[in-house]
């Protein structure tokens, strides 16, 4: 599978000067695969690890899995040329816009040894920052950046980031100290491990020089809560859903039809006309195939003909043979 950052961020130069930056994970040896519905519910009734299973056998045998790690930048203001708002998680950049520039690759070449040490306690989060990298105004970053570390002083432990696998390689000393499980306290050699404060004259640790200028975005606006002035909500899940293939649209159309059989009619309808607008014949399509399921304007009852039924192969949709997807079909649009 493809991997996304998602949200974007910052970098900045030495000359404290920002761009905005999105991240992506691309395979490089595979294809991608997704599985269809049908294929995942027979899978699932036998084995419902069969992802981790597969990575780990691969890695067992040296199959590494690879992923180039791409981003793509962009200035940082307001991009008044686009038809969406840059900082809107749920748009992607047009590739003519901001081109994916590689810069890394990534390769798993072993598994773990201690499933609990490697895997239960690692704590990824969007506010772990390394020099150079620094948060968008990207409202939703703001609010993950508060959660995950918060989740995992909770879940973990407060000094979760002393724990090996979370612990940055290149080691960050801070007069940080204490709490629950805390082993670590940074001193360099011959200062003090007792001064937690700076300045000290007793030996504590002193401020590293500044690796950079600060980055000091400027402002000349009012500070609002408000919804985003550009929503755009529909044209890059319409482009997404033409730049499918006959046989995605109808295994997504099969997938829409069977979920929102089960839902009354009211959010039938509303979801319908959020397709609609995203390409009428979108809408058209999942309206027929609730129709032909036996959805009208009633809400479903409990054994009506189709509630939780989802279409047979070849009935509204579905492919006989394949699975098989060569690009993500978020990527499509393109
Ligand atoms: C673009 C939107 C988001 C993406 C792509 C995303 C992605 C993820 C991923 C991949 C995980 C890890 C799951 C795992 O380890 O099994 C996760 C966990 C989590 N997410 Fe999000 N998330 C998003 C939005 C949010 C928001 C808006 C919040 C809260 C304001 C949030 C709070 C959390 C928390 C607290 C965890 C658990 C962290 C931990 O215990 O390590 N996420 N998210």
Redesign the pocket.
């Known amino acids: 599978m493809q991997g ?4 974007t961020y910052k970098w900045v130069n030495k000359e404290g000067v920002g761009v905005l930056v999105k991240y992506h994970w691309e395979p490089l040896k595979l294809p991608i695969r997704n599985l269809t519905q049908a294929d995942a519910d027979k899978i699932i009734s036998q084995n419902y690890s069969h992802a981790t299973q597969d990575l780990y056998e691969a890695i067992e045998k040296g199959e590494y899995p690879e992923w180039e790690l791409r981003v793509q930048i962009l200035s940082d203001d307001e991009h008044p040329e686009l038809d969406f708002d840059p900082l809107d ?1 749920t748009k992607l950049w047009p590739e003519d816009v901001a081109p994916m520039l590689p810069v890394g690759k990534m390769v798993l070449d072993r598994n773990p040894v201690n499933y609990f040490a490697e895997v239960e306690q ?5 506010g772990v920052l390394v020099d150079g990298l620094d948060f968008s105004d990207d409202k ?2 703001q ?2 950046t ?3 570390s ?3 002083r ?3 432990g407060t000094n979760y980031l002393q724990l090996p696998i979370n612990a940055p390689k290149t080691h960050v000393a801070t007069n940080q100290r204490d709490g629950q499980m805390a082993y670590n306290v940074d001193a360099a050699p011959g200062q003090s491990p007792h001064v937690n404060y700076e300045p000290s004259s007793l030996g504590g640790l002193k401020e590293a020089p500044k690796a950079g200028k600060d980055h000091e975005p400027a402002y000349n606006a009012k500070l609002v809560r408000q919804k985003i002035d550009r929503p755009n909500d529909f044209k890059q899940a319409g482009d997404t859903y033409r730049a499918f293939e006959d046989w995605e649209r109808d295994e997504l159309i099969a997938n829409l039809v069977a979920n929102l059989g089960i839902c009354k009619a009211d959010i039938r309808e509303r979801m319908i006309g959020y397709f609609t607008q995203a390409d009428p014949d979108y809408g058209r399509r999942v309206r027929e195939g609730l129709e032909a399921n036996g959805m009208q304007n009633g809400n479903p009852a409990r054994g009506s003909r189709g509630f939780g039924r989802r279409p047979r192969r070849g009935e509204e949709a579905g492919r006989e043979d394949g699975r098989v997807l060569t690009r993500s079909p978020a990527r499509r649009h393109e």
């Open positions: 996304s950052g998602v949200n998680p690692a704590a990824f989060g969007t939703l970053l609010g993950r508060f959660s995950y918060d989740t995992q909770h879940r973990v």
